[in-house]
C-alpha cells in the first residue's frame, strides 16, 4: 500500500461531527507529522446548499448550538465563517405544559451572558467546516469512500474497504458515521436502543408576529412542538422559524398528507398562536427518531463519537451539542496522548475518552426519556404536579440559573 492510503487516524464520516473531528486533531498536533484522512460517501458541495442557491430560503436542518459548541467552532476558526454567512442567536426560551398552565421562561441576561444559544443551518456550518477543511491540505479526504468492510490488519492496524474496492489502512479508526453507523455495525459493537415511537416533521414557517429572538417549546401528551427563530440576512423582520415537531408516527403521517393551508393551521392551533398566525411554510420533512447508544465507546482500535455513538431526541437539541464534547475529549485524550510518547491507539487513551463521555451522554439521554414520559402522563395529579413542578422552578433563581447553564453548555 502506498503512502497516501496509509494513515495515522481515518475518520469515517464527514457530519457536523466528523469534520469538527479531523480539524480538532490537525489544530491540537499542528507540529506532529500525524497522518489523518476523513473518508465519506459523498463529497459535501458548499456550492448545492440551500443558502448559496436561494440565499432567501433556509435549510429544513437546523442545530440549536450551545455557547461550548461555538466556542470549539471558534477553536477551529470555523465559527467567524458560519457566523458570516448566517446564523441567528436567541436569547430567551419558553418551555410550556400544553396540557396544564406551567411554564418557564428562560433569558441569557439571568446567567449574564448576550445570547442562550444561536440557532444555525447544519448545512451553514458545515460549509464553514468543508472550507476550513480544504484549505488544511495535509488532511487527505477520502471522498467518495462509502465504507463496506473494516477489519483487523497486521501491526494493529485496521484494514478499510469501500464499496468500489479502494482500501486503506489505519493505526485509529474513528466512527463519526452517524445514526446507522456502518463502523459501529460492522465492529459489532453492543448498543441499547428504542423506538421512541415519535417521528419528526421540520420545515421552516413565517408567522403574523415577530419571534423576538425567542425559541419556544410547547409540550403536549403526542410529543414536543418546537419553533426555533431564524435571522434574515437583509432586514429581518424576525418572522421565519424553524420547527420540529415531534409526534406519534400515525400522527405524524396524517400532518404530512395535509394541504400547505390545513397543516398551517393546525401548527398554528397546537402552537397556541404564540406568534399569530402561520402565513406560510416551506415543504415539510419526515424523520422518524430512534433512541440509541452504544454500550462501549471503543473497541480494538475503532472508537465511536456523534450519533454513531448516541441519538437521542431532538427536544433538548443536544444531538449535535453532545457530538461536538466527543470531539473536544477525544482530540484533547489523543493529543495529550501522542506528545506524551504514546501510540494514538492506545487503549488507555481510548478508555480515557470512554470513562469521560460515556455517563455524560447517558445522563443526557435518560433526561430526555424522562421528560418524554413525563409529558405523555394525562393523569390529574401528574398533570398537576408537572404543572406546579414548572411554575415553581421558574421562580426559584438558583435552581432555574443552574438549569440554564447546563442547557447552554456553560456547566
Ligand atoms: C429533527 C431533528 C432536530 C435536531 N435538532 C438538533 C438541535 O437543535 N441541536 C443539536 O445539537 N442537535 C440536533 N439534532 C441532532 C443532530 O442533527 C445530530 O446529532 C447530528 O447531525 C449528528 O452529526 P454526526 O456528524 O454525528 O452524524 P451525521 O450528520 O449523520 O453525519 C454522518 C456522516 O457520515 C457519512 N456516512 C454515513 N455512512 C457512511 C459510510 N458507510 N461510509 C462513509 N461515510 C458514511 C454521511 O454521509 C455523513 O456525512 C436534531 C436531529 C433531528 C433528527
Redesign the pocket.
Known sequence: MSAETEFDVVI????????SMALALRHRLRHNDLRIAV????A?DPQQTVYAQFPDQFDA??????LS?QQLLSELDVWNAATAMRVSPYQDMLVWDGEGTGSIQFSASEVAQSQLGT?AE?SVVLTALTNQLNAERDIVKLMP????SVQRADHQQVLLT?ADGQQCRTKLLIG????????RELMNFTTREWDYQHT?I?TTVRTELPHGHTAYQRFMATGPLAF?PLCQTESDEQKFCSI?W?CVPERAEELMTLSDEEFRLQLGRAFEHKLGMIEWCDKRMQ?P?RQRHATEYYRDSVVL????AH??H?LA???????LLDVEVLAEELSNGVKAGRQINDPILLSRYQRKRRGHNLGMMWLMEGFKHLFAQQAPPIQWLRNAGLSAVDNMAVIKNQLARRAIGLD
Open positions: 469515517a464520516g464527514c457530519g457536523l461531527v466528523g469534520a473518508a465519506d460517501r459523498q459535501f436542518r437546523v442545530s440549536a448550538l450551545t459548541s440557532i447544519n469512500f462509502t465504507i463496506e469501500a463519526a458515521d452517524g445514526a446507522n453507523s456502518r463502523v419528526a421540520v426555533l420540529v415531534s424523520l427518531l463519537i456523534g450519533d454513531a441519538t437521542i431532538p437539541g443536544q444531538g449535535v451539542n453532545l457530538g
